[in-house]
Antibody, heavy 119, light 104 residues
Framework: EVQLVQSGAEVKKPGESLRISCQGS????????ISWVRQMPGKGLEWMGR????????YYSPSFQGHVTLSSDKSITTAYLQWTSLEASDTAMYYC????????????WGPGTMVIVSS | DIQMTQSPSTLSASVGDRVTITCRAS??????LAWYQQKPGKAPKLLIF???TLESGVPSRFSGSGSGTEFTLTISSLQPDDFATYYC???????FGQGTKLEI
C-alpha cells in the first residue's frame, strides 16, 4: 500500500525558516507528482503547488508563488515544502498528496503537518 | 483562473436521506473534476474522479455526475459515517470549492 509520511508538527516564530517533508513509500515515487495543500484553521483546502520528483520541475499557484519553495530528493523519495521567513498567517495544516502526471485527481494523501507560527 | 463554487455551504440531513451537493466551475473543465470527503482532523479522501468514476473502495451510495461547468455529488442513502465536509476540485489548475459541511 502506497503511503505518504509527513514530518511532525512545528512551532516557529515569525521570521524563522522552516522545511517540512513528505516521504513516499514504494519504488514508484518518481512516477507521480506531489502537490501541497494548505488548510488554515477552520477553513477550506487551497492548492499551493506541485513538483515532479523525477526532474524537480515545479508549478506554483499564483497565490503562493514567491512565498514558498518546493523541492524533492528522489534518492530518498522525499518532497519538501520550505519557507525562508514565516508569517503568522502561515499557521495551518499542510498536506502533501500524490497524483499521476497529466490531468489526475489526488489519490493518496499524507496525514498532514501542523505548522504554528506565533511570537 | 478557474473558480469553483459549491452549494450549499452547510447541509442538514438525517440518516437514510438522499442528498445532493452542487459544484459550479467558472470555466468549462470538461470532466476534470474530483470529489473529496474530509472528516475532522483527517486528510481528505478521494471519492470520485473524472466527474463520475468511483474511486476503488468507495461505497456505491456515492455517485457523481456532470460535465462542462455543472457537477453534482449525490449520496443515495446517508449513513452515520457520511457526516463530513465535502470538497470538489477541478484538476486542470487544481482549484478546490469552498466545501460543504454535511451535518445531522
Amino acid at each position: 500500500e502506497v503511503q505518504l509520511v509527513q514530518s511532525g508538527a512545528e512551532v516557529k516564530k515569525p521570521g524563522e525558516s522552516l522545511r517540512i517533508s513528505c516521504q513516499g513509500s514504494g519504488n514508484s515515487f518518481t512516477n507521480y507528482w506531489i502537490s501541497w495543500v494548505r488548510q488554515m484553521p477552520g477553513k477550506g483546502l487551497e492548492w499551493m503547488g506541485r513538483i515532479d520528483p523525477s526532474n524537480s520541475y515545479t508549478y506554483y499557484s499564483p497565490s503562493f508563488q514567491g512565498h514558498v519553495t518546493l523541492s524533492s530528493d528522489k534518492s530518498i523519495t522525499t518532497a519538501y515544502l520550505q519557507w525562508t521567513s514565516l508569517e503568522a498567517s502561515d499557521t495551518a495544516m499542510y498536506y502533501c498528496a500524490r497524483h499521476s502526471r497529466g490531468l489526475q485527481a489526488f489519490d493518496v494523501w499524507g496525514p498532514g503537518t501542523m505548522v504554528i507560527v506565533s511570537s | 483562473d478557474i473558480q469553483m463554487t459549491q452549494s450549499p455551504s452547510t447541509l442538514s440531513a438525517s440518516v437514510g436521506d438522499r442528498v445532493t451537493i452542487t459544484c459550479r466551475a467558472s470555466h468549462i473543465i470538461s470532466s476534470w473534476l474530483a470529489w473529496y470527503q474530509q472528516k475532522p482532523g483527517k486528510a481528505p479522501k478521494l471519492l470520485i474522479f473524472e466527474a463520475s468514476t468511483l474511486e476503488s473502495g468507495v461505497p456505491s451510495r456515492f455517485s457523481g455526475s456532470g460535465s462542462g461547468t455543472e457537477f453534482t455529488l449525490t449520496i443515495s442513502s446517508l449513513q452515520p459515517d457520511d457526516f463530513a465536509t465535502y470538497y470538489c476540485q477541478q484538476y486542470n489548475t487544481y482549484t478546490f470549492g469552498q466545501g460543504t459541511k454535511l451535518e445531522i
